[in-house]
């Protein structure tokens, strides 16, 4: 028996070494494109490792394009994002969860039915929204169409009806509303929650492309994403500094999921997304 559960065991292993070998190697190739010459990438025998140090391929990019202002034009819109679009969602969820209201189910299944419909589809309707506001060329232009995610209200909902009703029938006797039974209750349970769903929305914001290409014409404006395009050429491109930019842009993504990535497995089980 003890054979059987050391085979096993290696073989599990075996799996997750190369399952993880897999995922990293993406990124160690990144990283060797980042530090080689155009001439090494290239060459027949190219290895798989740096053969030189190229650094200029980090320092030129920067000093030709403005990237800090668009990485902080990318951290602005991701931030203000994550801080609006996790707090109606977990609002949201908390209401079609444990709140009663009428057509409560027909609504959210109305909500959740938006999850099948292109982004694209609607596109058009949401950029001439954002002219007759007059927000094309501002931030919040790219956030407000974004707040409510679908997606998140779901997860929140499935998180939040499994949260014991006890405890939030024994807050109401003790006196607690609506709202004080949220914030005191519901809202330290539910960092897991929390966590995946800080997670999703920096990432899905930090990298959106398609929107913001629409919404912000003037270069100033640019985010990230919008601004490795520049690295871009038609007749070739400059694949160690566009993989460097690259490489940089993924650090606050890594950072986010560094601090929050304790809850996050947590958080994807009891939401119910395996």
């Keep these: 028996m003890r054979a059987h559960e050391r085979w096993v065991t290696g073989w599990r292993l075996t799996a997750a070494v190369l399952l993880a070998v897999?995922?990293?190697?993406?990124?160690?190739?990144?990283?060797?494109?980042?530090?080689?010459?155009?001439?090494?990438?290239?060459?027949?025998?190219?290895?798989?490792?740096?053969?030189?140090?190229?650094?200029?391929?980090?320092?030129?990019?920067?000093?030709?394009?403005?990237?800090?202002?668009?990485?902080?034009?990318?951290?602005?819109?991701?931030?203000?994002?994550?801080?609006?679009?996790?707090?109606?969602?977990l609002a949201?969820?908390?209401?079609?969860?444990?709140?009663?209201?009428?057509?409560?189910?027909?609504?959210?299944?109305?909500?959740?039915?938006?999850?099948?419909?292109?982004?694209?589809?609607?596109?058009?309707?949401?950029?001439?929204?954002?002219?007759d506001l007059g927000l094309v060329n501002t931030p919040t232009g790219v956030v407000l169409p974004r707040l409510a995610e679908a997606f998140?209200?779901?997860?929140?909902?499935q998180f939040m009806d499994a949260l014991p009703d006890e405890l939030l029938e024994a807050a109401r006797v003790d006196g607690a509303g609506a709202l004080r039974t949220f914030v005191s209750i519901v809202l330290p349970l539910s960092k897991p929650l929390v966590a995946v769903l800080v997670i999703f929305t920096f990432m899905w914001r930090w990298n959106e492309f398609i929107w913001p290409l629409i919404v912000l014409p003037d270069p100033d404006a640019f985010t990230l994403?919008?601004?490795?395009?520049?690295?871009?050429?038609?007749?070739?491109?400059?694949?160690?500094?566009?993989?460097?930019?690259?490489?940089?842009?993924?650090?606050?993504?890594?950072?986010?999921?560094?601090?929050?990535?304790?809850?996050f497995v947590e958080g994807v089980a009891r939401s119910g997304l395996k």
């Design 225 to 263: 994403p919008l601004g490795l395009r520049f690295l871009q050429q038609q007749f070739g491109n400059d694949y160690g500094s566009l993989m460097a930019v690259s490489l940089l842009s993924i650090l606050p993504m890594l950072l986010v999921f560094a601090v929050f990535q304790r809850y």
């Design 152 to 157: 998140g209200l779901f997860m929140a909902r």
């Design 22 to 89: 897999v995922v990293v190697f993406p990124l160690y190739w990144m990283l060797v494109t980042a530090l080689s010459s155009p001439g090494a990438l290239t060459r027949p025998d190219a290895a798989f490792w740096p053969t030189e140090l190229r650094w200029q391929n980090f320092t030129q990019p920067l000093q030709r394009f403005p990237f800090a202002r668009w990485a902080l034009n990318s951290a602005t819109i991701a931030v203000i994002s994550v801080a609006l679009t996790v707090t109606i969602n």
């Design 92 to 131: 949201a969820g908390y209401a079609f969860a444990k709140l009663d209201f009428p057509l409560k189910n027909a609504l959210f299944l109305a909500i959740v039915g938006t999850l099948m419909i292109p982004v694209q589809v609607i596109m058009v309707a949401q950029f001439q929204l954002v002219i």
